[in-house]
């Protein structure tokens, strides 16, 4: 029998519910789902405990989720690692001290494996205050220095650690493996959406206000690079410029970003044609997805970016910022606008405006693409190919 624990200590003991503990939950649940089709392999959830890893009998929904069973209280326990088991630390793991419990694993013949989801602590420093690019950093390093594996979550990150590595441990090129494999992009499986719970007054009115205008949505959380404050600026233009459109800004509130978020507070198209979340469920934000005319994602650097995929799995179409990792998400035939040239943004929703047509019919193209279930199939392969069993459906 096959053993694999996966990390997700910041994801079971914090209330975030952003890109990585989307990941992290949604990949546990199907890697606990194909284990057990397989016979042959044990998925487990574990957090870490000073200098220990402890088993959790279930890693509990977050609030926003729809759970898809009753809850049960969730039980923690220390585990004896046994040489040959599979770690797999999938969650932000940089926030904590987590090297003692990983040497202790190590030393016990564990092996360990990362999912990588982006450097940009380590390339734009900028954007982060400077404990959280220091801790980063270490945590990197020592990643790579011991590492038995490393799957990241798109070709851009693989080939930017690959350059790292190349920089500053050219010894260990060659040595340590290095994957990539795209997150899945299905917002809510078929057993999630079976529940309809009620959306919230359909958000207070959004979808009513101004009902056969444009609807422009924005989903990430509210920090420096993800450049809302720009998107803003280009819609206050259309907005001087006569042109009726809806801005539907969905996100939790970051760092960063005091002037951005008074800035939202206090607009004066605030719940006419401006409208702002930062709660929203995962029933909500599928709502959102299926009501707006496209997704607008201005990123200045992405490890991946969740939300132009799960656009793209409901068939929305989407502008982007013209960056590599956006064109190897959202592939040639998104639509794209230049970040040194901010009026092709405005130029596009001004097309959108007048129902020119500016996105490409054939997008996304199929197979661009899949669900949670196939990527964690995928990332298994890569972590233990050699007890991983192709027909577990």
């Given at each position: 029998?096959?053993?694999?624990?996966?990390?997700?200590?910041?994801?079971?003991?914090?209330?975030?519910?952003?890109?990585?503990?989307?990941?992290?939950?949604?990949?546990?649940?199907?890697?606990?789902?194909?284990?057990?089709?397989?016979?042959?392999?044990?998925?487990?959830?574990?957090?870490?405990?000073?200098?220990?890893?402890?088993?959790?009998?279930?890693?509990?929904?977050?609030?926003?989720?729809?759970?898809?069973?009753?809850?049960?209280?969730?039980?923690?326990?220390?585990?004896?690692?046994?040489?040959?088991?599979?770690?797999?630390?999938?969650?932000?793991?940089?926030?904590?001290?987590?090297?003692?419990?990983?040497?202790?694993?190590?030393a016990q013949g564990v092996r360990i494996h990362f999912v990588w989801h982006d450097l940009i602590p380590l390339l734009h420093p900028e954007f982060f205050d400077a404990h959280v690019s220091t801790r980063f950093s270490h945590y990197l390093s020592q990643a790579l220095e011991h590492a038995d594996g490393i799957v990241a979550v798109s070709r851009t990150?693989?080939?930017?650690?690959?350059?790292?590595?190349?920089?500053?441990?050219?010894?260990?090129?060659?040595?340590?493996?290095?994957?990539?494999?795209?997150?899945?992009?299905?917002?809510?499986d078929d057993e999630m959406r079976s529940s309809k719970p009620s959306i919230r007054a359909k958000l207070t009115g959004m979808t009513s206000a101004m009902p056969h205008t444009p609807l422009l949505l924005s989903v990430s959380t509210l920090e420096p690079?993800?450049?809302?404050?720009?998107?803003?600026?280009?819609?206050?233009?259309?907005?001087?410029?006569?042109?009726?459109?809806?801005?539907?800004?969905?996100?939790?509130?970051?760092?960063?970003?005091?002037?951005?978020?008074?800035?939202?507070?206090?607009?004066?198209?605030?719940?006419?044609?401006?409208?702002?979340?930062?709660?929203?469920?995962?029933?909500?934000?599928?709502?959102?997805?299926?009501?707006?005319?496209?997704?607008?994602?201005?990123?200045?650097?992405?490890?991946?970016?969740?939300?132009?995929?799960?656009?793209?799995?409901?068939?929305?179409?989407?502008?982007?910022?013209?960056?590599?990792?956006?064109?190897?998400?959202?592939?040639?035939?998104?639509?794209?606008?230049?970040?040194?040239?901010?009026?092709?943004?405005?130029?596009?929703?001004?097309?959108?405006?007048?129902?020119?047509?500016?996105?490409?019919?054939?997008?996304?193209?199929?197979?661009?693409?899949?669900?949670?279930?196939?990527?964690?199939?995928?990332?298994?392969?890569?972590?233990?190919?050699?007890?991983?069993?192709?027909?577990?459906?």
């Amino acid at each position: 029998m096959n053993r694999l624990f996966i990390e997700c200590t910041r994801t079971a003991h914090s209330q975030l519910h952003t890109g990585i503990q989307r990941f992290v939950r949604r990949t546990l649940h199907h890697a606990q789902e194909i284990a057990r089709a397989c016979g042959n392999l044990t998925v487990t959830p574990v957090v870490i405990d000073g200098n220990r890893f402890m088993r959790l009998s279930a890693l509990a929904p977050h609030p926003h989720e729809n759970p898809r069973e009753p809850v049960a209280p969730v039980e923690q326990t220390e585990i004896d690692f046994l040489p040959g088991d599979r770690l797999l630390m999938i969650d932000a793991a940089w926030h904590l001290d987590a090297w003692p419990a990983l040497h202790a694993a190590h030393a016990q013949g564990v092996r360990i494996h990362f999912v990588w989801h982006d450097l940009i602590p380590l390339l734009h420093p900028e954007f982060f205050d400077a404990h959280v690019s220091t801790r980063f950093s270490h945590y990197l390093s020592q990643a790579l220095e011991h590492a038995d594996g490393i799957v990241a979550v798109s070709r851009t990150v693989r080939d930017q650690l690959a350059e790292h590595i190349a920089s500053t441990m050219p010894a260990r090129q060659g040595k340590l493996r290095l994957g990539w494999n795209h997150p899945g992009s299905d917002l809510l499986d078929d057993e999630m959406r079976s529940s309809k719970p009620s959306i919230r007054a359909k958000l207070t009115g959004m979808t009513s206000a101004m009902p056969h205008t444009p609807l422009l949505l924005s989903v990430s959380t509210l920090e420096p690079r993800k450049n809302h404050a720009l998107l803003l600026d280009m819609c206050e233009q259309a907005w001087a410029d006569g042109l009726a459109l809806r801005l539907c800004i969905v996100g939790k509130a970051g760092w960063k970003v005091e002037s951005l978020l008074e800035r939202l507070a206090h607009h004066p198209e605030k719940e006419r044609q401006l409208f702002v979340w930062h709660d929203l469920t995962d029933h909500e934000l599928d709502y959102c997805y299926r009501h707006a005319s496209c997704l607008v994602y201005p990123s200045l650097t992405e490890g991946f970016g969740l939300p132009i995929a799960e656009a793209g799995w409901m068939g929305l179409p989407v502008i982007l910022s013209d960056t590599p990792i956006h064109r190897e998400v959202g592939g040639p035939l998104a639509s794209y606008f230049d970040l040194a040239q901010p009026q092709q943004l405005l130029q596009l929703i001004a097309k959108m405006c007048s129902a020119e047509n500016v996105f490409d019919p054939r997008w996304p193209e199929t197979g661009r693409f899949h669900g949670w279930r196939q990527s964690t199939e995928k990332l298994l392969q890569q972590i233990i190919p050699e007890s991983f069993c192709q027909g577990a459906n």
